[in-house]
């Protein structure tokens, strides 16, 4: 039941903070809004998105590529290494240097 209190108390002056903020901040006359609203229209129309995607695209498709072929790498170097642990292993071909079934004297 504390807690309830303490959290009601905390949320309430959290909300007059809010409301005081609220009225504290100046009104913005429509005029200006409305000349914001087309700077940022015609600044949006300039901007090349066609030009935008098409870069993106082709930086992600070349970077993509380039990962797939040094995963691969990666794959055949971590085989290579595999077959020579086997081949110069104790020969059991587990990998781990002990025998599948250990005699445990």
Request: proline share 2%.
């Amino acid at each position: 039941m504390y807690n309830f209190a303490l959290q009601t108390i905390f949320l309430i002056s959290i909300g007059v903070i809010v409301y005081l903020a609220a009225i504290a901040v100046p009104r913005v006359n429509d005029e200006n809004v409305h000349e914001r609203k087309g700077f940022i229209r015609e600044w949006f129309r300039n901007v090349p998105l066609d030009k935008i995607d098409d870069g993106v695209n082709s930086f992600s498709e070349k970077t993509l590529r380039r990962l797939k072929i040094l995963t691969m790498k990666f794959d055949n170097i971590v085989g290579r290494s595999l077959n020579k642990v086997k081949k110069n292993g104790n020969g059991n071909g587990n990998g781990n240097g002990n025998s599948l079934l250990s005699d445990s004297k």
